[in-house]
């Protein structure tokens, strides 16, 4: 059985708008579309990995303020548990870096995001 990777994700809303980023052609599941996240380091609490890893992707600092249902999935490259976290930004007036973007909840529904965000983006668009 693969092994097993923890993974925080920041779901950055504020006015409506969710901070919406591109995976690179050079990670698995390339071209997708992904919220801000990444691996859990050892010692490290998936809420932890979802701020840090929000501002150095994004440059954005974060505070959480709920948590969504977690996901598991199994990819060709390994079986993932994705812990979304409801977040804002802590100053709603600074842009993130590129290629991160705003984008209106009516938008998420055109984007390709990986199957493990499905639940997620449901319970988003019911909002």
Not at 12 to 26: K, N
Request: glycine share 8%; hydrophobic share 35%; aromatic share 8%.
């Amino acid at each position: 059985m693969d092994e097993l990777t923890l993974i925080g994700i920041a779901v950055v809303e504020h006015d409506g708008r969710f901070l919406v980023g591109q995976r690179p052609e050079s990670s698995p599941l390339a071209g997708f579309s992904e919220f801000p996240g990444g691996k859990v380091h050892t010692g490290e609490q998936p809420s932890e990995a979802a701020v840090r890893e929000c501002l150095e992707e994004t440059g954005l600092d974060v505070t959480i303020r709920g948590q969504f249902p977690s996901s598991r999935h199994a990819y060709e490259h390994g079986l993932v548990e994705l812990h979304f976290f409801d977040c804002v930004p802590d100053d709603p007036d600074q842009q993130p870096v590129s290629p991160w973007r705003w984008l209106d909840r009516e938008q998420l529904a055109g984007l390709s995001f990986p199957p493990a965000n499905r639940a997620l983006l449901e319970q988003i668009a019911r909002q």
